[in-house]
């Protein structure tokens, strides 16, 4: 079978750092993608990982370990804008464009 | 302005009557892909497509069909909606070189 875990919800406060991690368990793995979608919104591409290691743009950063089959997202200096629901997916093998998502992270940033 | 566009943004249908959701990039993108989102469930994927007349089924394909006749184009068919198939739908489109997709604004469907 096919499936990824994330928590459901994460809470944190302005100017702190969250990590949401995602675990895998998949038939094919290409690499592991990143997206954020806020409320009402469509989801928008944040990063991608096919290496082992981490990758940053920014305030964000995510990480992959092929491995563990365990990657996270690393958001620092947290905003007010960054409360959303932030996505793992899996790009399936050979990059035929198939991609599996994972259920999704609440976050939600207080002041 | 590099964008996927779906229509309508809005639809509510009943049950057996025959519609398409339109899906136009103008990115010159090669993969297209259709998702549908429901509360709790996450984004599954029903269809995606690599080019031109190069289709295959995602993890939920039943009772849609697709079709990919020109490059920029990639409508989602409902033959027959059913309740079930009420959901919010997003289509995107990549170019495969970050593996990153850009998604449409979502089309809410609702079948009664």
């Known amino acids: 079978g096919q499936s990824l875990e994330q928590p459901s919800e994460v809470t944190a406060v302005e100017g702190a750092i969250v990590q949401i991690n995602c675990t895998y368990q998949t038939s094919g793995f290409y690499g592991l993608s990143w997206y954020q979608q806020h409320d009402g919104g469509a989801p928008t591409f944040l990063s991608y990982?096919?290496?082992?290691g981490l990758e940053e743009t920014g305030r964000f950063s995510s990480f992959l370990s092929r491995s563990d089959s365990y990657g996270y997202l690393l958001l620092q200096e947290l905003q007010m804008k960054d409360s959303a629901s932030y996505f793992c997916?899996?790009?399936?093998?050979?990059?035929?464009?198939?991609?599996?998502f994972g259920q999704g992270t609440t976050l939600q940033v207080k002041p | 302005e590099a964008q996927v566009t779906q229509n309508p943004r809005y639809l509510i249908t009943v049950t057996g009557k025959k519609l398409t959701v339109t899906c136009s990039q103008n990115?010159?993108?090669?993969?297209m892909s259709w998702y549908r989102q429901d509360p709790g469930l996450g984004l599954r994927q029903i269809y995606y497509s690599m080019n031109v007349e190069v289709t295959d089924k995602g993890d939920v394909p039943e009772g849609y069909k697709v079709s990919r006749k020109e490059k920029r184009n990639f409508p989602l068919i409902l033959e027959s909606p059913s309740p079930n198939q009420t959901s919010l739908y997003f289509c995107?489109?990549?170019?495969?070189?970050?593996?990153?997709?850009?998604f449409g604004s979502g089309t809410r469907l609702t079948v009664v």
């Open positions: 995107a489109s990549s170019d495969g070189s970050d593996y990153g997709y850009t």
């Open positions: 997916a899996v790009v399936g093998s050979g990059n035929t464009g198939k991609l599996i």
């Open positions: 990115m010159n993108h090669e993969y």
């Open positions: 990982n096919g290496l082992d």
